[in-house]
Each structure stands twice: as C-alpha cells, then as structure tokens.
Nanobody, 123 residues
Framework: EVQLSESGGGSVQAGGSLRLSCSVK????????LAWFRQAPGEEREAVAH???????TYEDSMKGRFAISLSDAKDTLYLQMNNLKPEDTAVYYC?????????????????WGQGTQVTVSS
C-alpha cells in the first residue's frame, strides 16, 4: 500500500521553472518504482519520467533535457524539476507508484496515484 501526494504546481510564464514534489508513504514505498505522468485537457495521460527502486532515472525521449526526476535519499519524496517551460507543458501532473512493473511508461502499469497538481504555462 502506497500513498502519494503531489505539490508544487502553479502558473508560470514561458521560460520559467517549477519543482514538483510527491510525498511517498506506505508500507512498501521503498520497494516501488515511481513515475511522473501528465495529462493535458482532452489528451491522454502520458509518461514524463520514472525511477526504479534505487532512484535510477529514465526519461521519455520528448522530455529529455528540460525535466529532471530525482528521489530523496530516504526514498520518501519524488521530485520533478522542470526548466524552460513551454505552454505545451500545461497539464495536470501526477506521480504514480507500483512494485516495478515491466512496462513503466504506461499508466495502466501503476496502481497507486496522487491527486495531481496543475501546471499552467502562459506565453
């Protein structure tokens, strides 16, 4: 059982930065792979990046360079540093957890989700 709670979203102008946080709690949190997804209005939820149980990151190709995912040493907080934000980054950002599924890039692989945090980037 894992509980997730995101924070850090907000409104920024294009070119700005935000750092999202996801609090990770539960009995098996330190065994889980963790991921960031996002969902724009009218779009499907898409993967941003994920880390394995040791915190080793993997990024979706389109997210490389501007986004950085990291895990705290205590493995109880997942971060997403977002730089040089663009209007197309506007979405609700979710963190997700599961006991390291084989495909870590699809929403269906994750059984635990946070409530999401809104990121709005204006031009």
């Amino acid at each position: 059982e894992v509980q997730l709670s995101e924070s850090g979203g907000g409104s920024v102008q294009a070119g700005g930065s935000l750092r999202l946080s996801c609090s990770v709690k539960g009995t098996t949190y330190n065994l889980a792979c963790l991921a960031w997804f996002r969902q724009a209005p009218g779009e499907e939820r898409e993967a941003v990046a994920h880390v394995d149980a040791e915190g080793v990151p993997t990024y979706e190709d389109s997210m490389k360079g501007r986004f950085a995912i990291s895990l705290s040493d205590a493995k109880d907080t997942l971060y997403l540093q977002m730089n040089n934000l663009k209007p197309e980054d506007t979405a609700v950002y979710y963190c997700a957890a599961e006991l390291c599924p084989s495909d870590r890039t699809i929403p269906a692989s994750y059984g635990y989700w946070g409530q999401g945090t809104q990121v709005t980037v204006s031009s």
